[in-house]
């Protein structure tokens, strides 16, 4: 299958920064990108989904000035969370694919902690 | 109602045994249907898909299909403690804008014992 890398892997930050988390495709072009984020014993809750060049379309009740998504190449697409809160403290995954698979890919994921 | 439901657990089976997945969707427009597996502070990683009434078999696993109830399901034969993960099932809703976008149950945790 297809490979997509996260940077960082894990992020400590203190309340009020910014932090931004990357996604990239390593071995194909993702034309469509998706973040979810999963707290502790929870399931992945889908966040936004970009499209190469085009504004994320985020889900409902998903703050977007909150969570800036960048999807600015076909195998980069960039997660900030700005302002961070304890709250906002979660594993964020994303994944990625194109018209030619039946599925997305996903990254490791980035263990974000705000304190 | 959630989009996603499964089987809270968590499941526990010796190893050897069948273990029975289940889960439950609210979009009836609903097309495609996926098993994940996740370990703990992992990603999930794809078992199985599913998009047609009935069963679909790959190795020890079976998904299995029922729009009409809007019910999917996943049968691991012969089960391995290196089975023992979360199991979450993923719905696609719809199709054209939504293309692509998957919703989540919360996951059941399965324990197999040796």
């Known amino acids: 299958g297809a490979v997509v890398s996260q940077h960082p892997s894990r992020v400590i930050c203190k309340s009020g920064t910014s932090v931004k988390i990357e996604c990239r495709s390593l071995?194909?072009?993702?034309?469509?990108m998706f973040w979810y984020r999963q707290f502790p014993k929870q399931s992945l809750m889908l966040m936004a989904t970009?499209?190469?060049?085009?504004?994320?379309?985020?889900e409902q009740g998903v703050e977007k000035d909150k969570f800036l998504i960048n999807h600015a190449s076909l195998t980069l697409s960039t997660l900030t969370v700005t302002s961070a809160h304890p709250e906002d403290s979660s594993f964020y995954i994303c994944?990625?694919?194109?018209?030619?698979?039946?599925?997305?890919?996903f990254g490791p994921g980035t263990r974000l902690t705000v304190l | 109602q959630k989009e996603v439901e499964q089987n809270s657990g968590p499941l526990s089976v010796p190893e050897g045994a069948i273990a029975s997945l289940n889960c439950t969707y609210s979009?009836?427009?609903?097309?495609?249907f996926f098993w994940y597996r996740q370990y703990s502070g992992k990603s999930p990683e794809l078992i199985m898909s599913i998009y047609s009434n009935g069963d679909k078999e790959d190795g020890r696993f079976t998904a299995q299909l029922n729009k009409a109830s809007q019910y999917v399901s996943l049968l691991i034969r012969d089960s391995q403690p290196s089975d023992s993960a979360t199991y979450l099932c993923?719905?696609?809703?719809?199709?054209?804008?939504?293309?692509?976008?998957?919703?989540f149950g919360r996951g059941t945790q399965l324990t197999v014992w040796p």
């Open positions: 970009s499209n190469e060049g085009s504004k994320a379309t985020y």
């Open positions: 994944s990625a694919t194109d018209r030619t698979y039946n599925e997305q890919f």
């Open positions: 071995d194909f072009q993702a034309t469509t």
């Open positions: 979009d009836r427009v609903s097309q495609s």
């Open positions: 993923a719905v696609e809703r719809g199709r054209g804008s939504t293309l692509g976008r998957l919703y």
